[in-house]
C-alpha cells in the first residue's frame, strides 16, 4: 500500500461521502469477520474478549463454590444473554468507531477501506454498493452521488438584499398652478 496523493478532486469526494453518510443518503456496514480482527485500526480486544472470558469465568467459580449443574446453567444462560443483547450493543459502538475513523480524514478513509470489511450502500436503492477493497469508493461517489460532490464545488448565491415595499398613498392629482385666463366675451 503506498500512500495516496491527496488532490483537490479527492477532497471534494471525500467530502460528498461525509455528507452522504451524514444525511443517510450513504448507509455504512460493516463485514465484522473481516474488520473486528487484532491489525484492524478500529480493534478493540476487550469488545471481543470479555463477553466470552466473563460468562466463562463466573461459571467456573460458581461450579467451585456452588456445584456443577449451577455453574454451568449459569454459563449456558450467561452466554445466551451475551450472544443476543450485548452482542447488538458492541456492533453498534464497532460500526459507530468505524464511521468515525472513516470520516475524520481522507488517510484515514483510505486506510479502513484499503484494510477491507466496508461496504458502502446506496440508501434509495439497496441494490447498489460498494465492497472494500476490492471496489473503488471513489468512483461509486461520484457515479451515485454527484450532487454531493458538485454541491461542495458551485458557490451558493448570495443572499439578496431586503427591499422594503412600502405601501402606495393614493397621489394627488397635481395642481395646476398657472392662472386660468378667462375668455372674455367680445362686446361689441
Same mark, same amino acid.
Given at each position: 500500500?503506498?500512500?495516496?496523493?491527496?488532490?483537490?478532486?479527492?477532497?471534494?469526494?471525500?467530502?460528498?461521502?461525509?455528507?452522504?453518510?451524514? !444525511?443517510?443518503?450513504?448507509?455504512?456496514?460493516?463485514?465484522? @469477520?473481516?474488520?473486528?480482527? $487484532?491489525?484492524?485500526?478500529?480493534? #478493540?480486544?476487550?469488545?471481543?474478549?470479555?463477553?466470552?472470558?466473563? $460468562?466463562?469465568?463466573?461459571?467456573?467459580?460458581?461450579?467451585?463454590?456452588?456445584? $456443577?449443574?449451577?455453574?454451568?446453567? *449459569?454459563?449456558?444462560?450467561?452466554?445466551?444473554?451475551? @450472544?443476543?443483547?450485548?452482542?447488538?450493543?458492541?456492533?453498534?459502538?464497532?460500526?459507530?468507531? /468505524?464511521? !468515525?475513523?472513516?470520516?475524520?480524514?481522507?488517510?484515514?478513509? #483510505?486506510?479502513?477501506? %484499503? *484494510?477491507?470489511?466496508?461496504?458502502?450502500? #446506496? /440508501?434509495?436503492?439497496?441494490?447498489?454498493?460498494?465492497?472494500?477493497? %476490492?471496489?473503488?469508493?471513489?468512483?461509486?461517489?461520484?457515479?451515485? *452521488? /454527484?450532487?454531493?460532490?458538485?454541491?461542495?464545488?458551485?458557490?451558493?448565491?448570495?443572499?439578496?438584499?431586503? !427591499?422594503?415595499?412600502? &405601501?402606495?398613498? $393614493?397621489?394627488?392629482?397635481?395642481?395646476?398652478?398657472? &392662472?386660468?385666463?378667462?375668455?372674455? @366675451?367680445?362686446?361689441?
Amino acid at each position: 500500500m503506498g500512500k495516496k496523493i491527496k488532490n483537490r478532486a479527492d477532497e471534494l469526494v471525500f467530502q460528498a461521502l461525509k455528507r452522504g453518510i451524514e !444525511t443517510e443518503q450513504i448507509h455504512l456496514c460493516l463485514v465484522e @469477520s473481516r474488520i473486528n480482527r $487484532p491489525t484492524s485500526p478500529i480493534y #478493540n480486544p476487550w469488545e471481543v474478549l470479555l463477553p466470552i472470558l466473563a $460468562p466463562v469465568v463466573l461459571g467456573l467459580i460458581l461450579i467451585l463454590a456452588v456445584g $456443577p449443574i449451577f455453574g454451568l446453567v *449459569f454459563m449456558v444462560a450467561a452466554i445466551f444473554v451475551t @450472544s443476543n443483547l450485548v452482542k447488538k450493543k458492541l456492533d453498534q459502538r464497532l460500526l459507530d468507531r /468505524a464511521k !468515525t475513523f472513516l470520516l475524520s480524514s481522507f488517510e484515514n478513509c #483510505n486506510v479502513l477501506w %484499503d *484494510f477491507g470489511g466496508l461496504v458502502l450502500v #446506496n /440508501a434509495s436503492n439497496k441494490k447498489i454498493g460498494c465492497i472494500a477493497p %476490492d471496489a473503488d469508493w471513489k468512483e461509486f461517489i461520484i457515479k451515485n *452521488f /454527484a450532487e454531493l460532490v458538485a454541491a461542495k464545488e458551485m458557490p451558493q448565491p448570495a443572499p439578496e438584499p431586503e !427591499t422594503v415595499i412600502q &405601501p402606495e398613498q $393614493p397621489q394627488e392629482e397635481p395642481k395646476d398652478e398657472a &392662472p386660468k385666463h378667462r375668455r372674455r @366675451s367680445r362686446r361689441g
